[in-house]
């Protein structure tokens, strides 16, 4: 039987059939499971919490999203040229991001990249080896497409993803069980640019603030001519709006990501 929702604050697939990337193929009554960021923090155990208050009370910068106004910033299918650069802005504005990589073409060319966005404090993601719509291919290959992503990653950082976006957005009840498996959780979106149709910086950033709200998280792709340069206005306004910029797994904090499941705002 398929796996059912589990929570009552967790939403039904059909909620997510409202953007043509998310276009799903239902069979029967397959689901998997969802959840928000705001949602996963409130369902937390008290423990997780009391851990999360321990940390943030020994000055390391931890950020409580449950009373600040935070958004997560994340890029898609580098690292690249532009990743070096993105760096230094993040650097210049202390802001940290979540970085879902390919592997093929970008990881396995440029593993110093990689380094340094660990180095740096930013978080490592799985965006899959060669870019495949995991939905449209057998499972094995779904699972070698991320699979081959966290043993590069491990081996270039000693640290193995814990998230991963799957191209597109699109998943299901199979590509769900192949990512719990290999203990990964799924990041969806609620903001995008569409920077992969524009070079035009100001309209980057204007798309990204049009559509930012709080617990957001914001889809960009540093591989694209017009996305780094238009990252300093948009964390430069979004400060100003009073928004805290964090990762992934800082935005659902105390909560931890749970495997196979599926975030989305």
């Known amino acids: 039987m398929p796996k059912q929702i589990s929570a009552t604050r967790r939403s039904s697939v059909l909620g997510l059939l409202t953007a043509a990337s998310l276009a799903l193929t239902l069979s029967g009554c397959a689901s998997y499971d969802v959840t928000t960021p705001a949602d996963a923090r409130a369902d937390a155990a008290p423990s997780d919490a009391k851990a999360q208050d321990a940390k943030a009370g ?18 898609d299918a580098g690292p690249s040229e532009n ?6 802005i993040l650097k210049e504005n202390k802001a940290h991001a979540t970085f879902f990589m390919l592997g093929k073409n970008h990881i396995a060319e440029r593993p110093a990249e990689v380094k340094r966005i660990d180095a740096e404090g930013h978080e490592l993601a799985n965006h899959t080896w060669s870019h495949k719509i995991l939905t449209e291919i057998k499972p094995d290959e779904a699972k070698r497409e991320l699979s081959r992503v966290q043993e590069d990653v491990r ?20 590509v769900s069980k192949i990512s719990k498996d290999l203990g990964l959780a799924q990041v969806l979106w609620s903001v995008t640019a569409k920077d992969y149709q524009t070079t035009d910086s100001d309209l980057i950033t204007k798309r990204v603030l049009d559509q930012t709200k709080r617990d957001g998280i914001i889809l960009l792709h540093d591989i694209y001519k017009g996305t780094v340069p238009a990252v300093p206005g948009i964390l430069k306004e979004l400060k100003k709006r ?6 992934v797994s800082q935005l659902l904090s105390p909560a931890k990501p749970e495997p196979g499941m599926v975030y989305r705002p």
Do not use: H, S, W
């Not at 020994?58 to 890029?75: E, H, N, Q, R, S």
């Not at 990743?83 to 230094?88: P, Q």
């Not at 009073?242 to 990762?247: A, D, K, L, R």
């Open 242 to 247: 009073g928004y805290t910029v964090v990762t």
């Open 83 to 88: 990743t070096n650069r993105l760096l230094d």
């Open 155 to 174: 081996k270039i950082t000693g640290k193995t993803p814990t998230l991963m976006r799957p191209p597109q957005g699109r998943t299901d009840e199979e």
């Open 58 to 75: 020994a000055g390391d910068g931890a950020v409580d999203c449950g009373k600040a106004k935070c958004v997560a910033l994340t890029f």
